[in-house]
């Protein structure tokens, strides 16, 4: 086929290499750096830890273990009564404050999958939020380097649950994480409620990409 198409075995084959190179780096910078679609496997992850994160469905009515980007306390007000994907409360971001987080300092282990999962909803979509987990090399995410971070736009004005996976190598020293939502601009509220962090195995291969989360 190729030398119908009047190119030489050798020319075919730099360019189907030159192909493969990029189509592995495109593949490296959105896994790696910015993971901005759900990643998983047409069979379900079973999770192997309890969720790290505490009043993850703000069910108790406070802002409990979320802090400001400052690690410093939330306004009451950021927890309401409305809105929530299921239960009675939910966190409700705007542009004060636009950062709310969580930091997990239970040891983290290399060579392991976690997957961050939320449910949330944007007012208008005209109005741009993250949901997102940054991992880190030391037990202190106030301090420590990020070796690792996956996020997610929030496009969608009905509650929906999405997920993200980071698949770490035996020689990733991840030992804490900080989970998130961001405000970048608008006017328009944002919901998130139901967040989990958990560490997951699969039975079939978690690099398979699928719409099923």
């Not at 940054?134 to 997610?152: H, L, M, N, R, V």
Request: proline content about 6%.
């Amino acid at each position: 086929m190729v030398r119908d198409r009047g190119v030489s075995p050798v020319i075919a084959t730099v360019l189907m290499l030159a192909l493969v190179v990029v189509l592995a780096a495109s593949l490296a910078v959105t896994f790696n750096d910015v993971v901005t679609e759900a990643k998983d496997t047409n069979e379900r992850p079973i999770p192997v830890s309890d969720n790290y994160l505490s009043n993850a469905d703000f069910e108790d009515g406070t802002v409990g273990a979320w802090e400001d980007g400052l690690d410093s306390p939330l306004p009451a007000g950021v927890v309401v009564r409305d809105n929530a994907s299921s239960g009675q409360y939910a966190l409700r971001m705007d542009s004060s404050p636009d950062f709310v987080g969580q930091d997990v300092t239970d040891t983290l282990r290399p060579g392991r999958i976690y997957r961050l999962c939320a449910h949330s909803k944007v007012a208008d979509l005209d109005s741009t939020y993250y949901v997102g987990v940054q991992y880190y090399d030391g037990p202190d995410p106030a301090t420590d380097s990020i070796i690792e971070k996956a996020t997610y736009k929030i496009e969608w004005t009905e509650y929906e649950e999405r997920c993200v996976l980071t698949d770490f190598t035996t020689d990733q020293p991840v030992e804490s994480a900080e989970v998130w939502v961001f405000y970048e601009n608008g006017t328009d509220p944002a919901y998130v409620d139901e967040l989990s962090l958990r560490e997951v195995r699969y039975f079939a291969d978690p690099d398979e990409d699928t719409d099923d989360v």
